[in-house]
Nanobody, 120 residues
Framework: QLQFVESGGGSVQPGGSLRLSCVASGLTLSDWSVAWFRQVPGKEREGVSCHRPSDGRIYEGDFVKGRFTISRDNARNTWYLQMDNLQPEDTAVYFC?????????????WGQGTQVTVSS
Protein backbone atom coordinates (compact mmCIF):
# COMPACT_ATOMS: atom_id res chain seq x y z
CA GLN A 1 0.00 0.00 0.00
CA LEU A 2 1.36 3.38 -1.00
CA GLN A 3 2.05 5.65 1.95
CA PHE A 4 3.92 8.90 2.59
CA VAL A 5 4.95 10.10 6.04
CA GLU A 6 6.24 13.64 6.50
CA SER A 7 8.25 14.89 9.46
CA GLY A 8 10.56 17.72 10.47
CA GLY A 9 8.14 20.62 10.70
CA GLY A 10 8.16 23.07 13.57
CA SER A 11 8.25 26.70 14.58
CA VAL A 12 11.13 28.98 13.63
CA GLN A 13 11.86 32.66 13.52
CA PRO A 14 12.20 34.52 10.21
CA GLY A 15 15.52 33.71 8.63
CA GLY A 16 15.61 30.29 10.26
CA SER A 17 15.93 26.85 8.69
CA LEU A 18 14.13 23.53 8.78
CA ARG A 19 14.71 20.20 7.09
CA LEU A 20 11.65 18.19 6.19
CA SER A 21 11.76 14.47 5.56
CA CYS A 22 9.39 12.16 3.74
CA VAL A 23 9.49 8.39 3.98
CA ALA A 24 7.60 6.41 1.36
CA SER A 25 6.40 2.83 1.51
CA GLY A 26 4.78 0.65 -1.08
CA LEU A 27 7.08 1.68 -3.92
CA THR A 28 10.68 1.59 -5.13
CA LEU A 29 11.65 5.22 -5.13
CA SER A 30 14.43 5.33 -7.68
CA ASP A 31 12.14 5.55 -10.72
CA TRP A 32 9.67 8.01 -9.23
CA SER A 33 9.60 11.77 -9.19
CA VAL A 34 9.46 13.16 -5.66
CA ALA A 35 7.80 16.38 -4.68
CA TRP A 36 6.90 18.74 -1.89
CA PHE A 37 3.72 20.79 -1.72
CA ARG A 38 2.31 23.19 0.82
CA GLN A 39 -1.12 24.44 1.78
CA VAL A 40 -2.52 27.17 3.97
CA PRO A 41 -6.14 27.17 5.15
CA GLY A 42 -8.52 28.46 2.52
CA LYS A 43 -6.04 28.14 -0.32
CA GLU A 44 -5.20 25.44 -2.83
CA ARG A 45 -2.21 23.24 -2.34
CA GLU A 46 0.79 24.61 -4.25
CA GLY A 47 3.93 22.93 -5.53
CA VAL A 48 7.16 23.75 -3.72
CA SER A 49 9.72 21.53 -5.42
CA CYS A 50 9.78 18.41 -7.57
CA HIS A 51 12.73 16.29 -8.66
CA ARG A 52 12.46 14.13 -11.76
CA PRO A 53 15.06 11.34 -11.78
CA SER A 54 14.95 10.59 -15.51
CA ASP A 55 16.86 13.77 -16.33
CA GLY A 56 17.62 15.23 -12.90
CA ARG A 57 15.44 18.24 -13.54
CA ILE A 58 14.02 20.15 -10.57
CA TYR A 59 10.84 22.16 -10.78
CA GLU A 60 10.18 24.83 -8.16
CA GLY A 61 7.55 27.33 -7.19
CA ASP A 62 8.43 30.91 -8.02
CA PHE A 63 8.53 31.77 -4.33
CA VAL A 64 11.44 29.38 -3.64
CA LYS A 65 14.05 31.82 -5.03
CA GLY A 66 16.99 29.60 -4.14
CA ARG A 67 16.02 29.19 -0.50
CA PHE A 68 14.86 25.55 -0.59
CA THR A 69 16.72 22.44 -1.73
CA ILE A 70 15.14 19.09 -2.55
CA SER A 71 17.22 15.94 -2.22
CA ARG A 72 16.61 12.22 -2.08
CA ASP A 73 18.00 8.98 -0.71
CA ASN A 74 16.58 6.20 -2.85
CA ALA A 75 18.10 3.48 -0.69
CA ARG A 76 16.06 4.76 2.25
CA ASN A 77 12.93 5.53 0.21
CA THR A 78 13.26 9.02 1.62
CA TRP A 79 13.47 12.55 0.29
CA TYR A 80 14.08 15.86 1.96
CA LEU A 81 13.39 19.55 1.71
CA GLN A 82 16.04 21.80 3.21
CA MET A 83 14.44 25.18 3.80
CA ASP A 84 16.63 28.17 4.58
CA ASN A 85 15.85 31.83 5.13
CA LEU A 86 12.27 30.98 6.02
CA GLN A 87 9.78 33.83 6.03
CA PRO A 88 6.33 34.21 7.61
CA GLU A 89 4.70 33.63 4.22
CA ASP A 90 6.22 30.14 4.21
CA THR A 91 3.92 29.16 7.08
CA ALA A 92 1.85 26.22 5.85
CA VAL A 93 1.31 22.52 6.13
CA TYR A 94 3.88 20.79 3.94
CA PHE A 95 3.08 17.56 2.13
CA CYS A 96 5.18 15.13 0.15
CA UNK A 97 4.24 12.88 -2.73
CA UNK A 98 5.92 10.57 -5.21
CA UNK A 99 4.58 9.95 -8.69
CA UNK A 100 5.69 9.22 -12.21
CA UNK A 101 5.03 12.87 -13.09
CA UNK A 102 6.51 16.18 -11.98
CA UNK A 103 4.27 17.66 -10.73
CA UNK A 104 2.28 14.79 -9.15
CA UNK A 105 -1.47 15.14 -9.67
CA UNK A 106 -3.76 16.14 -6.85
CA UNK A 107 -5.68 12.87 -6.77
CA UNK A 108 -4.33 9.77 -5.07
CA UNK A 109 -2.46 9.18 -1.85
CA TRP A 110 -1.29 12.00 0.41
CA GLY A 111 0.34 11.97 3.81
CA GLN A 112 -0.85 13.83 6.86
CA GLY A 113 1.52 16.72 6.32
CA THR A 114 3.85 18.52 8.69
CA GLN A 115 3.21 22.02 10.01
CA VAL A 116 5.78 24.75 9.42
CA THR A 117 5.27 28.00 11.30
CA VAL A 118 7.51 31.02 10.80
CA SER A 119 6.96 33.91 13.18
CA SER A 120 8.87 36.26 15.40
Amino acid sequence: QLQFVESGGGSVQPGGSLRLSCVASGLTLSDWSVAWFRQVPGKEREGVSCHRPSDGRIYEGDFVKGRFTISRDNARNTWYLQMDNLQPEDTAVYFCKAHQLCWPPDFGTWGQGTQVTVSS
